[in-house]
């Protein structure tokens, strides 16, 4: 099966190059980077970079939000298998890109999450690991919400969790060692850093209750599926 991994970007002018430097030595058929409207020199950077033989760079003209980036990054993908990589991440490696990929690949999931075990939060109970931004899964699975995924900014992993959750989708976990995720403390001043987390936590709440049904939907698959133990 074809892989297509997709790069989403809003000002990461000090990380950008080295990512993608890694995730197209990999072996991955094409490498989408979407850039988000960035005003640092991401875009410099990155048109320096388009000479990679499977690198495709789509620059939006302004800001639209990481679920209108992920839902183009998917519009224009032609692999069967789309793995989601942020922008800002250190220590990253082969081993990670194959953690992901290999249980779509054998079919023992539908979708994997990965977690960055360099976080600020202990990983293994971690409550917001579901929110990461390292995933795999099939690109027909999440065709049905692309158009969703547009309008729904920060909230995107929700909508997309909630979805695979309402169709019984076999979701599995994966810790990435080593890998290095900042915080918006990492990455900005503590009063802004704490503005940036209110604003997404708004995203997200909004997001989850415009898809009630999808939350409805997976309550009644798990009592269906208790009810036939």
Do not use: W
């Not at 069967?80 to 220590?91: G, Y």
């Not at 019984?168 to 810790?175: C, P």
């Not at 890998?179 to 009063?191: A, G, V």
């Amino acid at each position: 099966m074809k892989t297509t991994a997709i790069i989403c970007v809003y000002n990461e002018e000090e990380t950008i190059k080295e990512v993608i430097n890694i995730v197209t030595d990999f072996f991955f058929n094409e490498v989408i980077v979407v850039n988000d409207g960035s005003t640092d020199k991401t875009d410099e950077i990155v048109n320096e970079l388009t000479d990679l033989h499977n690198l495709k760079y789509i620059s939006l003209p302004k800001n639209k939000g990481k679920g209108f980036a992920m839902a183009t990054g998917i519009e224009n993908a032609t692999g069967e298998i789309i793995t989601f990589i942020d922008a800002d991440l250190s220590n990253l490696t082969e081993e990670h890109f194959a953690q992901l990929l290999t249980p779509v690949f054998i079919n023992e999931a539908d979708m994997v999450l990965g977690q960055a075990t360099e976080t600020l939060i202990n990983y293994s109970i971690n409550p917001f690991k579901s929110f990461t931004g390292e995933r795999s899964l099939l690109k027909k699975d999440i065709l049905p919400i692309v158009n969703k995924m547009k309008h729904s900014r920060f909230g995107v992993e929700t909508l997309i969790n909630l979805y695979y959750q309402s169709e019984s989708k076999k979701v599995k976990y994966v810790m990435l060692d080593g890998l290095k995720h900042p915080t918006k403390f990492d990455k900005t001043t503590r009063p802004e850093a704490i503005k940036e987390l209110i604003k997404e936590g708004h995203q997200i709440a909004l997001t989850a209750f415009k898809n009630f049904d999808l939350i409805t939907k997976r309550i009644k698959n798990k009592i269906y599926k208790n009810l036939k133990k």
